[in-house]
């Protein structure tokens, strides 16, 4: 098992919940892969994404339902995000793009999570590997973050 899986688990143990990491044999790296490798709809995918704030250039992940998208321009994140470079999200975090997990990340984050995620009974997320998932409560995976809510727009 790699060692970013391992993490993953690690930390969500650490939280006081226990996940099953599934191995998929089709790629997760997309909200809409990952929706028809769980079997699930896309709104239930949690994208896990790392951006900098402009301001000063501190890591922030967002974590957002995968049928909504992000306003990186939106006033409450700051003065707006930019997209991080992947050398460092892999760095500062232990995970490469395509795999970010909503926890178990090396450094302390500024989590965000779209509200719209606590609709769902259970949502999916990455778990360190492009094509490891799990499944978990939004309401255990906000705790476990200590993320601010935030609301999302759809897809347009």
Partial sequence: M?????RV???????????EILRMPASTRTAAEAARACGCDVAQIVKSLIFERAEDAALVLLLVSGARQV???AAIFGHGL?????????AETGFAIGGVAPIGHKVALDVWMDRHLLEHA???AAAGAPHAVFA??????????GARLFDAPGLS
């Fill in 2 to 6: 790699s060692k970013s899986i391992t």
């Fill in 136 to 145: 978990v409560a939004p309401d255990m995976l906000l705790q476990a973050t």
């Fill in 71 to 73: 306003d990186t321009g």
């Fill in 82 to 90: 930019v997209r991080a470079d992947p050398v460092r999200v892999r």
């Fill in 122 to 124: 259970r949502v999916w």
């Fill in 9 to 19: 688990e690690k930390a969500a143990e650490a939280a006081g919940f226990e996940i």
